[in-house]
C-alpha cells in the first residue's frame, strides 16, 4: 500500500468525542505505509442538515469535495455517516447536470468549483480492499488468535445501498450480511462470532429524541455479544462506539473497540499508541489476554 494519500476527513464527531478512533487510524495508516492528509479546509459533512434542508446539505457537502479536490487526493472517512453523506453528494453532482450548475453558481461566491475529480472511500474499506488485505496479514506480528470478538458495521456503512452500488463498491457487498469488518477480524487471528442481533442498529438515530430507547437498543446488543462469549465488541461508527459506550450493563462492562485500534495491536503497536485509555470502556481484559 506504499505510497497511497488520502485527504483525511475527520467529521465533528471523532476530533473531539472519539480521540482513540483517530489516533489509532493515523498510527495504523502510517504503519501500513498510507499517508493521511489534513486539510484545514474540511467543515462538518451536512448529514444533521439534511432533514431540514437537503440542498444546504449538498451545498456543505460539495464544499468539502472541492477542498479534496484542490488537494488532488481522495477522500478518506472515519464516520459512516459522513462516508454516506459525501458519497450520495459526490453521486448527485456527477449525475445531475443542472444540480451541479446551481451547486456551482452557489460555490463560485467563495471563489470554489466542484469538477467531480475526488473519491470518498469509508477508512475500512481502504483496508478491506484486496492490497490491503494482503499487507495487513503480511504485517501482522502480534496474532489476535486468544480473543474472540463481536462486529457492529452500522446501519450507515452500506446505505443508502443504491447509492454505493452506482458509486461502484463491489454490488456483492450486502447491507444486509456485510462482511468487511469479519475480513479484518480474520486477518489479525482473531475470531469473528456470530450472536443474535448482530445487523440490528445500536439505536443512535434515537439519541436526540428517546436516549432511553437509544440506550436499551444499543445494551441489548451489548449484552448478546457477552452472552456469545465476545471479548469486545468492535465498531466502525463513531456514533455506534459512543452509544454502546453509554449503555453498558450494571454488572459488567464490555470493551468497545474502533476496528483500527483491533488492527494496530495485531501489527504490533503498542496500545498506548492506539488510545486505548481514551475510550469510555476500559480495555484491561482485553490487554490482559494478549499480555500487553
Do not use: W
Amino acid at each position: 500500500m506504499t505510497g497511497r494519500r488520502y485527504a483525511l476527513f475527520l467529521g465533528c464527531n471523532v476530533p473531539v468525542r472519539n480521540l482513540g478512533y483517530e489516533l489509532a487510524a493515523r498510527r495504523v495508516a502510517a504503519a501500513l505505509e498510507i499517508e493521511l492528509v489534513d486539510l484545514p479546509g474540511f467543515r462538518c459533512c451536512g448529514y444533521p442538515l439534511k432533514a431540514l434542508d437537503s440542498y444546504a446539505a449538498l451545498l456543505v457537502a460539495a464544499h468539502n469535495l472541492c477542498q479534496a479536490e484542490a488537494a488532488g487526493l481522495p477522500i478518506v472517512t472515519l464516520c459512516n455517516a459522513c462516508s454516506g453523506t459525501l458519497t450520495e453528494a459526490d453521486l448527485e453532482l456527477k449525475e445531475d447536470a443542472d444540480l451541479r450548475k446551481r451547486v456551482n453558481g452557489d460555490l463560485a461566491r467563495v471563489g470554489l468549483r466542484y469538477q467531480g475529480t475526488t473519491r470518498v472511500q469509508h477508512f475500512l474499506r481502504v483496508l478491506d480492499s484486496s492490497p490491503g488485505r494482503q499487507e495487513i496479514r503480511r504485517r501482522v506480528s502480534r496474532p489476535l488468535d486468544s480473543l474472540q470478538i463481536a462486529v457492529h458495521y452500522g446501519c450507515h456503512y452500506f446505505r443508502p445501498t443504491r447509492v454505493y452500488h452506482r458509486y461502484g463498491v463491489d454490488p456483492r457487498e450486502d447491507a444486509e450480511a456485510p462482511e468487511a469488518l469479519d475480513r479484518l477480524v480474520t486477518a489479525t487471528g482473531a475470531a469473528s462470532i456470530s450472536y443474535e442481533g448482530k445487523n440490528d442498529c445500536c439505536g443512535g438515530g434515537l439519541m436526540g429524541l428517546r436516549p432511553d430507547l437509544a440506550r436499551e437498543q444499543a445494551g441489548r446488543k451489548v449484552r448478546e455479544a457477552q452472552r456469545a462469549g465476545a471479548d469486545a465488541l468492535l465498531v466502525a461508527c463513531p456514533t455506534c462506539g459512543l452509544n454502546f459506550s453509554n449503555s453498558q450493563p450494571d454488572d459488567q462492562e464490555l470493551t468497545i473497540l474502533y476496528f483500527p485500534q483491533l488492527l494496530g495491536l495485531a501489527l504490533g503497536l503498542d496500545p498506548d499508541e492506539l488510545g486505548l485509555e481514551l475510550n469510555q470502556i476500559s480495555a484491561d481484559r482485553v490487554r490482559e489476554k494478549l499480555g500487553v
